[in-house]
T-cell receptor, first 111, second 110 residues
Framework: KQEVTQIPAALSVPEGENLVLNCSFT??????LQWFRQDPGKGLTSLLL?????REQTSGRLNASLDKSSGRSTLYIAASQPGDSATYLC??????????FGTGTLLAVQP | SQTIHQWPATLVQPVGSPLSLECTVE??????LYWYRQAAGRGLQLLFY??????ISSEVPQNLSASRPQDRQFILSSKKLLLSDSGFYLC?????????FGPGTRLTVT
């Protein structure tokens, strides 16, 4: 059974700092991995999708990497801003098009 | 462009009352549709998914049900709500394996 873990559960950083969020999964037989952002009381916003054949994806200040063999993904946020404050969720897709989610990392960027 | 709608945004219902949450998608055809629940302090749990009209798969046993009467409409229902049904309900659609989520419905069962 696939299990997805995100570390740390919560993170507080000063504005401008670069940071890394971690996601690990137990079954490496995944089709893709997706990173989401969730603001309080809101739905999920898709940030990046990495196919299993890819090593990384970039969008603006965000960079996500995937090491399928070791069951790990990282989300790198450069030059963090207070507007980046949110919960970040990773989810893996085992080719059934059903996502298994981690419990998230709550990020607070202090101005 | 594609958009996904959910309503109502918030709902407070007594235990034992019925439930109907609706989700509609615009700008795409024959999407896969999903219902997730996010309970306080817990992660997102897949409840139902559908690959076409009338085709529903249930992921967890519960007193909820789902229906897809039209290609871009997905409905979550219950005949009698339990306290444990409280949570944030999210609808999602996908094409080509990337999922997109709606704004969610906050359900409080009292």
């Amino acid at each position: 059974k696939q299990e997805v873990t995100q570390i740390p559960a919560a993170l507080s950083v000063p504005e401008g700092e670069n940071l890394v969020l971690n996601c690990s999964f137990t079954d490496s037989a995944i089709y893709n991995l997706q990173w989401f952002r969730q603001d309080p009381g809101k739905g999920l916003t898709s940030l990046l999708l990495i196919q299993s054949s890819q090593r990384e994806q970039t969008s603006g200040r965000l960079n996500a990497s995937l090491d399928k063999s070791s069951g790990r993904s990282t989300l790198y946020i450069a030059a963090s801003q207070p507007g980046d404050s949110a919960t970040y969720l990773c989810a893996v897709n085992g080719a059934t098009n059903k996502l298994i989610f981690g419990t998230g990392t709550l990020l607070a960027v202090q101005p | 462009s594609q958009t996904i709608h959910q309503w109502p945004a918030t709902l407070v219902q007594p235990v034992g009352s019925p439930l109907s949450l609706e989700c509609t998608v615009e700008g795409t055809s024959n999407p896969n549709l999903y219902w997730y629940r996010q309970a306080a302090g817990r992660g997102l749990q897949l409840l139902f998914y559908s690959v076409g009209i009338g085709q529903i798969s249930s992921e967890v046993p519960q007193n909820l049900s789902a229906s897809r009467p039209q290609d871009r409409q997905f409905i979550l229902s219950s005949k009698k709500l339990l306290l444990s049904d409280s949570g944030f309900y999210l609808c999602a659609w996908s094409m080509a394996y990337e999922q997109y989520f709606g704004p969610g419905t906050r359900l409080t069962v009292t």
